[in-house]
């Protein structure tokens, strides 16, 4: 087995960096609202409502996202949300006023999740 050596982490920021670089502000708008799903998922529609609707395609066209067609939900790694945050901090009460904004959009997918509906 290879042993790696290296700060990771500072490699992580500096790929980070330059797509940052190179996003326009509708992907920079949907990167910096990941933080507010903390398990580096959403659905969909939930997605679209944080992210702006073009948000999805945005992520992934910048290879910071990916729609998981088994889970039926968008993903990221955790160091996508982790550099978005720290790099576009949400204040504590944006990010209240924003979750619960988002509030009617998780009551509809789940009632459709418990009506039998299986797409998002």
Do not use: N
Request: charged fraction near 30%; hydrophobic fraction near 40%.
């Amino acid at each position: 087995m290879k042993k790696r050596q290296g700060d990771f982490a500072a490699r992580i920021g500096r790929v980070y960096k330059w797509c940052q670089d190179r996003l326009d502000d509708e992907r920079r708008d949907a990167w910096a609202s990941l933080p507010l799903f903390p398990a580096g998922a959403a659905p969909e529609t939930l997605l679209k409502a944080a992210a702006g609707k073009g948000g999805p395609r945005a992520l992934r066209e910048a290879a910071l996202a990916d729609f998981d067609p088994e889970e039926q939900a968008w993903r990221w790694h955790a160091t996508v949300a982790e550099y978005a945050s720290s790099h576009w901090p949400i204040p504590p009460e944006e990010r209240q006023m924003r979750l619960r904004a988002l509030a009617p959009v998780w009551t509809s997918w789940l009632e459709r999740l418990s009506g039998g509906e299986k797409s998002i």
